[in-house]
């Protein structure tokens, strides 16, 4: 089994889904740990409910983006963590992270990259007036939504679509690609997919 961390500031329904799947064996994993950068964010409660170890810190407390992920580092060592999974997670991984997990680290972005990086990617394809959008899964650099990508799924824009209708088939497709794909870099150890 792979132990993961999964970095998460919102909502966390694809936290939801990965600790889901490892329990229900779709994804050798072992969730260890929950970081969040918003100590009110939904998905601490989803942690608590799931009884998953969680560290939450407030950036603002610390005296740079530096001081912050050597904060966290020590945790992931603490928990032996192998893996950093991003879900949700709205903040650039800096050097000491990247450093450390060195192709080891993967996020999903609701786009199909390279259109449509950063914040609010749904409300952007929306308003570009793509037809089709869709979900990547990459390995992180130290760019914005830029590193290799692993595997990406489409989804068809409707006439009649809305942000929240978007947003809802978004998360779907995401719930179960995330896991599947997780799986798969693991099962491969990473190497197969790492350039
Ligand atoms: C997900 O749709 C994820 O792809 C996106 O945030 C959402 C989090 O939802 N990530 C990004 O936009 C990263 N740039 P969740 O909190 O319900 O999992």
């Not at 064996?25 to 260890?32: F, G, N, V, Y």
């Not at 609010?120 to 007036?129: E, I, T």
């Not at 650099?141 to 978007?166: F, H, N, R, W, Y």
């Amino acid at each position: 089994t792979t132990r993961i961390a999964i970095f998460a500031s919102g909502s966390g329904s694809n936290f939801q889904a990965l600790v889901d799947a490892c329990r229900n064996e779709l994804l050798d994993a072992t969730p260890a740990l929950l970081v969040c950068d918003k100590p009110g964010a939904f998905v601490v409660e989803r942690a608590t409910s799931l009884d998953i170890p969680y560290f939450t810190f407030a950036p603002k407390s610390y005296s740079s983006k530096q001081e912050f992920e050597k904060h966290i580092l020590s945790e992931l060592k603490s928990y032996e963590v192998e893996f950093i999974i991003l879900a949700g997670y709205m903040r650039l991984i800096g050097p000491t992270l990247l450093d450390a997990y060195k192709g080891r680290i993967v996020n999903i972005h609701p786009s199909l990259l390279p259109a449509f990086p950063g914040l609010d990617a749904v409300g952007q394809a929306l308003s570009y007036g793509v037809k089709l959008t869709g979900v990547t899964i990459h390995f992180v650099d130290e760019g914005m939504d830029t590193g290799p990508i692993i595997a990406q799924e489409a989804i068809t824009v409707d006439p009649d679509e809305t942000k929240e209708s978007l947003e809802k088939k978004i998360h779907k497709t995401e719930h179960t690609f995330y896991p599947k794909t997780l799986q798969q870099i693991f099962a491969n150890k990473g190497e197969a997919v790492i350039k």
